[in-house]
Structure formats: C-alpha cells, structure tokens
C-alpha cells in the first residue's frame, strides 16, 4: 500500500470527521398565524382549519376526552402557498364516535403548539331511536370590522372595540354562526384577488380573533363586504376569487353544487336543520324592472329549487333555520326583499303548501338586532332573528328612528354592538329555541322563547 494512499485515506476520513461533528442546522419551525378553528361536525367527520407561514408540514393529534389510549395523528405536508404568501391546512378527523367531545393538539414542523391549552372539538350524536333530542346552543352575529388604519376610511374609527369577541368566546356555546360581513373588504382590497386574500388573511390572524376560532365550531355564509363591494351582486367580477378566499378560511360542509357554484349548503345538529344562503353569487341588481326580467331573484332558480327540496328532506327536524345575509320578511328601504317580491312570495307560498313546520329565519346585515315576527293567517307566524353587528357602527336611520318595524315583538330592538344566543332544548314533545341578545358588555338585552308546538303547519293542503 503506497504511502500516497494513505495519505489520501487518511485526509478523507478526517473530512467526514470534521464533517460528523459540525452542528446540523435545522430549519426554523413554521409560525401559526390563526386557528386551529374547528368548522362543521357531522356524526363521524368534522373539519379543522388552521393558517400558517413558513412550514413544511402540520399535524393534529386527538382523542375522546376520556379515551387516551385511542389517540390518532394525521400529518399533512404544507399546501401551496396563497396569493399573499401563507398556507391554510384543512384537517379532517374521520370514523369519529359520535355524540363525543374530542381533546386535540396542533403541531408545525413537529414542534408542538399552544402549549398548555387544551383544545376540543365535538361530533353530533346518534341520537334517534335510542334517545331524546340533545340540547344545544349556538351563538350568531353579523358585521364584524377590525379596524385596520392604513385602509380604513379617514375619520372616527368604524370599528367599535373588540372585547365582545372575548365575550363570544366565553359563551360556552356549541357552535357559532357567521351571518356575513365576517370580514369588511376596503375599495383598495376587493379591486383584486390579492387584496381580499390580504383582507382574510389580516382578520383571522388578529390576536383577538383567536380564543373565539378555537373555541367552538364555525359555520358561515356571506353578505356584500365579505363577497365584494358594498350591495354587491353577480355582476362582481372577481367573484369566482371571493368564494376560493372564502372556501379557503372557513370549514363548511359545502359550497353550492356543481353546476352551480356558491357557498349555499345545509348542515343538522341533533333534531334541527340549518340551511345556509347564498345572497350574492346570484342576486340580481334591485333597479331592474321586473316587468322586463321576469326571473329577477336574489337566490337565483337553481338555489332556490335546492332550498326548496332540502326543506322537504329535512321536513322532520324540529325547527328549520334559513340562514341568508339581509331579512327576509320586513320591507325597508336597504337591498330589501321589497324588490323581489316574487321571489319572496314564491319561498312563502312553498313553505304554506308544503306545509313545512318550524321555520324561523335568521339574518344580519342591518347593524342593529331585532325579532320580527309576521302573523300568517290560516297559519303560524313566521320569525326573523336579525342580529347585528358584532363590533361595527350603528345604523343611523335606527338611531334616528327613521325605520318602524311593524312586526318586531316589542322590546328586541338593540341599538348597540351584540350577538345572540340560541339555545334549542326541552323534551321532544316539548321542544322551544330560547333566543336572547347580549350587548357589548355582554349584558343580557331581551329574551324570548319559541315553542315547536307553535310553529306546526295548519295550512290547508
């Protein structure tokens, strides 16, 4: 063996040598900017939704509260990046038990997150023929502004505090119901795709947002601030980038159908049905004369024939929530339902033929709260919750008292920032919603209760 050789050995092994002892530098683990927020449960499935920058990979790691040794993980590599740069995973826990509340953990580049706070998610139970109904409450609000000064408007701040979102979150409610204007796009945001992205992106992440994402469960739909400009309609052209924005930070069970895209979907909780409208994809412009377009909707035909054979499915749940952004059944002068009248009589008269029991509806948009109840005769009275806003300014017709309601049941006018509380309980023959409004200060505003028994179709067939 020639001392060349050996020379050459000896200098490559101390090479890896050296190489063996230098530090291994390892990546910075990713950042977590929002979430992680629990969104639909189903009785096997739910949805979480977390956003991120700067990872490679996440995981959730869960069990039944009670049930340790059944602990599960799913891993996800990072998805693409949005527009603007950040990353939105979507986990779904599948085969869940249900009628269980789930403890998990969140983790980036496998460095664990939110240390010393627990997490819970919850799957609805399997409750018919073996039990009685499961009690449940949810809370829901419209026309959340965090102000955001380099895009706001000059002026007195239109964001008024956040310390109800403190209170939300507190709530102990099930789930939460967005009725929109979740997010408020500015002129400088909604003219681009990348602009509402941002908008999103800067909301969800806020500090303030996050106890209440993780809190309970979410569910969303839109109205014109969170789908595009201010009465915004279907002519908006970046529309089809509002609803991959909105798809992409809520966890909804659908999103339209596939000839006819949307956000519009339904979704159960214990004996009750939720059906969640789309107000804007295909709202027509209110100007148009109705004589020369015959079909002028809000909802559009093809949602509300869906709407319509989704009430029939569910035509057993004891009461039917029909969610949509503005009220349906006061005329006021604010994108009213005023200008589709057929439209408005069409849904009416489908739920008096049909004979469908327990309507109620719930919307927001109006920046003020208040309970309309519409006699029906031959029939039970129709409700319309609105409830609005969380954290945003004050109508000033309503503070002027420019605007007379002459179905609100007295005593549910709230002219201040709030959310309300609905809890759905009793026996089955005894079944009632409990609706009540809580202000800024988290003050209890009004109550009121609302029987099943009350709401049972008498309309002739």
């Known amino acids: 063996m020639s001392f060349s050789f050996l020379k050459t050995l000896f200098l490559f092994l101390s090479l890896l040598l050296l190489h063996a002892c230098q ?14 927020m629990p969104g639909y449960s189903s009785h096997r499935e739910v949805e979480i939704v977390l956003q991120a920058e700067n990872s490679r990979s996440a995981s959730i790691t869960f069990h039944p509260e009670k049930d340790l040794a059944n602990t599960r993980t799913i891993h996800l590599e ?7 740069g950040h990353q939105l995973y979507h986990f779904r826990p599948t085969l869940l038990i ?30 018919q023929f073996r039990a009685g109904p499961p009690d ?17 408007r000059p002026g007195k701040p239109y964001g008024q505090g956040i310390h109800i979102l403190e209170h939300m979150a507190a709530s102990g409610a099930d789930f939460m119901l967005w009725l929109g204007d979740n997010v408020y796009y500015r002129p400088a945001e909604y003219s681009s795709a990348s602009g509402m992205w941002y908008r999103y992106h800067k909301d969800f992440s806020a500090p303030e947002m996050q106890p209440l994402l993780r809190a309970m469960h979410h569910y969303a739909i839109w109205d014109d601030h969170d789908y595009g400009p201010n009465d915004s309609n279907r002519s ?55 004589k020369d377009h015959p079909g002028k909707s809000i909802f559009g035909p093809e949602q509300m024939d869906w709407l319509k054979q989704s009430l029939i499915t569910q035509s057993k749940a004891t009461f039917k929530f029909i969610v949509m952004g503005g009220q349906f059944l006061h005329d006021h002068n604010f994108e009213s ?15 008096a033929k049909h004979r469908i029991s327990g309507v109620i509806f719930i919307s927001g948009d109006r920046h003020f709260t208040e309970l309309t109840k519409m006699p029906r005769p031959g029939d039970y009275p129709l409700y319309d919750l609105t409830s609005s806003p969380i954290n945003s300014g004050i109508a000033s017709i309503i503070l002027k008292g420019g605007e007379t309601n002459p179905f ?13 509380s609905l809890e759905v309980s009793g026996q089955k023959e005894e ?21 099943a028994r009350d709401l049972v179709s008498k309309a002739a067939k």
């Open 431 to 451: 079944r009632k919603v409990t609706m009540r409004s809580f202000d800024k200060e988290n003050n209890l505003r009004w109550t009121h209760e609302i029987y």
């Open 236 to 290: 908006f052209i970046h529309k089809r980038a509002a609803l991959e924005v909105f798809k992409a930070h809520w966890g909804n069970p659908g999103y339209g159908e596939e000839n006819n895209p949307g956000i519009y979907t339904n979704t159960i909780w214990s004996d009750c049905a939720f059906f969640l409208l789309d107000g804007r994809t295909y709202r027509d412009h209110p100007a148009l004369d109705a």
């Open 408 to 420: 609100r049941v007295e005593g549910t006018l709230v002219t201040t920032q709030n959310y309300c």
């Open 23 to 36: 530090p291994k530098v390892t990546a910075p683990a990713g950042r977590l900017l929002s979430g992680p």
């Open 136 to 152: 449940f409450r949810f809370i829901t609000g419209s026309c959340n502004y965090l102000n955001d000064q380099p895009f706001d």
């Open 78 to 84: 990072a998805p693409p990046a949005t527009p603007i």
């Open 337 to 351: 339902f005023k200008e589709y009248p057929e439209e408005r009589k069409e849904l009416l008269d489908f739920i």
């Open 98 to 127: 249900p009628g269980t509340t789930y403890v998990y953990n969140v983790s980036l580049d496998n460095t664990p997150l939110l240390p010393g706070e627990t997490l819970r998610f919850q799957t609805i139970a399997d409750w």
